[in-house]
């Protein structure tokens, strides 16, 4: 099968030709009708060979939807041809917080060497995808697939963060949204769809404050030196009672702090390496900081319910596997207005 895979550290991925998986005992392998493009792909290929965790040669892809091609043994439930979604930070399924669902902070993961697909474990940038277990997949219910793929990261993400902050989005409330692409876009219309608060879009690029306000931002301010002012003038000097940053660089985080209000919820959910120092006197009164990762298995049931519903829907531009390369440099210059979606099998 063609699979894109990293091969070399520091160079650009590759369309290569790997051997079929087939599915051993609790298996299920998967025939990939559409895997997502993110910007931790790109961090993960940025990492120094003296820091990179993973064997190379690693097909990429965390996201990613298909049908049941075949069934290992034992495997029951399902049926070929089923249409599904991946739930992508797999565990171990036995720890307290696996039984919680929140298997992506699986308290056993590193130990027992488990990894998502296309962050350690082959990925669904492939013609096929080989799922550890029955337990990761969640049926699309007549989901288109381009649409439905991004939200099993670019959707659960952003739910996760949105859900913990939701005490703080009472009616009057302010929530700001840094970083409008892949994640952001979507963050915004969870907010809208599941809030009264007001949204305010920050980023750098005009594309995608017009994407933010297309898909419900009710401000818009451009992510430079005088965001964090802006903000404050819109909130008549309160600042924002939730914060989002799906940036995560050193000048986001900053204006992350600069616009929380008091008791307010700042979530840093990008990853690019900044810090926020926390600390008495180092921001608002009672502010709280976190750094979430991806969501829990339920919360990716109810991202899918409320796409079923209409409430929030994912821009994209679909390419093939062999353009999946350019994908990626598109994505890095900045360029994908929305989500890239990979058609390994169009």
């Not at 219910?141 to 703080?168: C, E, M, N, Q, S």
């Not at 979430?292 to 339920?298: E, K, L």
């Not at 531009?317 to 994908?336: I, N, Q």
Request: glycine letters at 14%.
């Amino acid at each position: 099968m063609k699979a894109l895979q990293y091969r070399t550290i520091g160079a650009a991925p590759e369309v290569v030709t790997v051997p079929d998986p087939e599915p051993g005992p609790g298996q299920v392998l998967l025939k990939v009708t559409a895997a997502g493009v993110c910007h931790s792909d790109i961090a993960v290929m940025s990492w120094p060979a003296e820091s990179f965790p993973y064997p190379l040669p690693l097909t990429l892809g965390h996201e990613g939807v298909g049908t049941v091609a075949a069934l290992g043994a034992g495997v029951s439930g399902l049926g070929e041809g089923d249409a599904v979604a991946v739930y992508g930070p797999w565990g171990c399924g036995i720890c307290a917080k696996c039984a919680e669902g929140k298997e992506n902070y699986c308290l056993r993961a590193d130990e027992l060497g488990i990894r998502p697909p296309g962050l350690g474990a082959p990925g669904s940038m492939a013609e096929y995808l080989l799922v550890d277990d029955p337990r990761h997949l969640v049926p699309l219910d007549g989901l288109d697939p381009v649409a439905a793929v991004p939200l099993t990261d670019a959707g659960l993400t952003p739910y996760h963060a949105i859900k913990r902050a939701l005490p703080r989005l009472l009616p009057g409330s302010t929530a700001v949204v840094i970083g409008t692409g892949g994640l952001g876009h979507v963050a915004i219309q969870l907010l809208r769809a599941m809030t009264a608060a007001r949204v305010i879009a920050l980023d750098v690029s005009e594309d995608k404050l017009a994407l933010a306000r297309q898909v419900g931002a009710h401000e818009t301010v451009l992510s430079d030196a005088d965001a964090a002012a802006k903000v404050r003038e819109l909130t008549a000097g309160v600042g924002a009672q939730a914060v989002f940053d799906f940036v995560g660089a050193e000048p986001t985080v900053r204006t992350a702090g600069a616009v929380a209000a008091v008791e307010g919820d700042i979530s840093i959910v990008g990853i690019g390496g900044g810090a926020l120092p926390v600390g008495f006197g180092a921001l608002p009164f009672e502010v709280s900081v976190s750094a979430p990762y991806w969501g829990s298995r339920g919360e990716l049931i109810e991202v899918l319910d409320l796409a079923r519903a209409g409430a929030v829907s994912v821009h994209t531009e679909t390419y093939s596997l062999d353009e999946a390369p350019l994908a990626y440099e598109r994505l890095h210059a900045g360029k994908v207005n929305g989500r890239a979606v990979i058609l390994p099998n169009g």
